[in-house]
């Protein structure tokens, strides 16, 4: 029987050593036009664990469970572990994981309202950050 | 990896089954510093600065539930009578906190720790 996932990032945990993306994923909702600018951070344990392969489950396996009723069983936990992914990929894994598809899949406006950036583009004076917006 | 199983942990003197202690580890941690930084984490795929104040984590492996024991703690080096907060939107694989000023506002922070107990799915 395939290990919980969990088990496996402790076993990741333990052995891997932590990876800092040089990525950020700047997004708006197009449900909440007023709020400014979100920005996803990878978490540095799993893009470690991505990377090395071998410990996280296929991102269908999240998307299906999206539709399971909590206290039902899930799909992801005891999925069978995919292998090496680049960094890139590890991204866009996060995007559909992490952010709601009405942002990623089912936007139709011109609006750009997702972005993969260089972490070297996010501001680091924060005097403004409830005014940032990502730039047309 | 290979497997230690046991049904019980002693000391010598005092035991406890070995569910106690696995039942009863945290599930997901993290610290983040206002840089947006994870210092320390376990079972998060990422967070999201939503605006200033507010946080989302994302968890790997999903909880059985919405309903957790979510501790949250922070600390501004500078300014006290500030209070750190789990959001309502908590789901079984994420929560968010707020973290605000005496007046309800919501401000940035030095550092936000979150811990969380309860069943995994």
Not at chain 1, 27 to 32: I, K, R, S, T, V
Not at chain 1, 54 to 63: F, H, M, N, V
Not at chain 1, 69 to 85: F, L, N, R, V
Request: glycine share 6%; proline share 6%.
């Amino acid at each position: 029987m395939t290990q919980h996932l969990w088990e496996r990032l402790l076993e990741a945990k333990s052995r891997l050593k932590p990876v800092q993306s040089k990525y950020r994923v700047l997004f708006e909702d197009p449900n909440a036009p007023d709020e400014p600018a979100k920005v996803l951070v990878p978490d540095p344990n799993f893009m470690a664990a991505g990377l090395a392969g071998g410990y996280l489950s296929p991102i269908e396996t999240y998307l299906r469970d999206r539709d399971v009723p909590d206290g039902e069983p899930k799909e992801h936990p005891y999925a069978e572990p995919i292998g090496p992914q680049d960094e890139e990929t590890l991204i866009e894994y996060l995007i559909q994981k992490d952010i709601c598809p009405s942002i990623w899949r089912d936007y139709q406006g011109n609006r750009t309202i997702l972005k993969i950036v260089p972490v070297e583009m996010i501001p680091s004076d924060r005097s403004f950050r409830n005014a940032w917006r990502i730039a047309q | 990896m290979s497997n230690l199983v046991v049904s019980n942990i002693s000391d010598g003197t005092t035991s406890v089954g070995t569910e106690y202690v696995v039942n009863g580890s945290a599930k997901v941690w993290c610290a983040l510093n206002d840089n947006n930084v994870l210092a320390q984490s376990f079972n998060i795929s990422s967070i999201t600065d939503v605006t200033a104040g507010i946080v989302d984590y994302a968890y790997s492996s999903s909880m059985a539930g919405a309903i957790n024991a979510i501790t949250v703690g922070a600390n501004d080096n500078n300014y006290g009578n500030r209070a750190c907060f789990v959001k309502g939107n908590t789901t079984a694989s994420a929560t968010r906190t707020v973290f605000i000023e005496g007046n309800a506002t919501t401000v940035e922070d030095d550092w936000v720790n979150i811990t969380v107990h309860g069943d995994l799915a």
